[in-house]
């Protein structure tokens, strides 16, 4: 509340000092697109609120493949956004300037989507995502390089865009396409999954309130066996 009376107040007393120029939008540079990446994040953090506060107000709960579904999009828009603003000035830019110097990244995330295809990704989404990752990754790799051989001491924030394209790359070939599958174990009732047998033998009481559940693993004449753990949560008195 403080520094709120004292920025209102500060701003009262300058009032005067004030002016406003009209201008008119700069579409094509690096402020307004830094701007629009502000607002991917603030959306990917609207989606998460959403999702974490609904079971808060409502008996209704989301799967978690509803933040991958809402979060998609604005991934796809922020990686793009993450490799056009180091391409653009803080003036407004000609469109076929900007064009030029982002071709051949263009061409080599064009490369980079098609080896996907081939490899099997078929969702367009996805190959959207791996196209907008890569052009973020080339676009930055580059502009790092230029910076390195001028001011080193300016790599930071590239340094930062590179990680995070490789995050978004990363997402990309471990976290939609990773192959899982939800098994229901019934006592002694083998349930096979990716060519494994597994079988609940039961529950045993171990050190410091602890249940451990033992599931014998059997694949190709191999035998052991698995014992996830889980507090036992007895009455309060």
């Known amino acids: 509340g403080v520094f709120a009376v004292l920025g209102f107040g500060m701003l009262y007393v300058r009032r005067k000092d004030l002016n406003v120029h009209a201008s008119p939008m700069k579409f094509l540079s690096r402020g307004f697109v830094v701007s629009l990446g502000s607002f991917a994040l603030m959306a990917s953090a609207a989606v998460v609120l959403f999702g974490t506060s609904l079971p808060i107000f409502s008996k209704t709960n989301v799967e978690p493949s ?107 070939a471990s976290g939609k396409y990773s192959e899982k599958q939800h098994l229901s174990l019934s006592l002694n009732m083998p349930q096979h999954a990716f060519g494994y047998t597994l079988t609940y033998k039961g529950n045993r009481p171990i050190e410091g309130s602890k249940v451990a559940f033992d599931v014998d693993v059997e694949k190709d004449g191999l035998t052991f066996t698995l014992s996830p753990v889980m507090f036992e949560y007895g009455e309060q008195g």
């Open 66 to 172: 509803f933040y991958d579904t809402m979060n998609l999009p604005i991934a796809i828009a922020a990686a793009l956004l993450l490799g056009t603003s180091l391409l653009l000035r803080w003036e407004n830019e000609d469109g076929s300037m900007v064009f030029r110097r982002s071709a051949k990244w263009i061409a080599a995330s064009i490369v980079v989507t098609a080896l996907m295809a081939y490899l099997g990704v078929r969702d367009v989404m996805m190959l959207l995502f791996g196209f907008a990752s890569a052009f973020a990754f080339f676009v930055n790799i580059e502009i790092a390089y230029l910076t390195a051989t001028g001011d080193p001491r300016l790599m930071g924030g590239k340094i930062a865009h590179i990680g995070l394209a490789l995050f978004f790359i990363g997402v990309l």
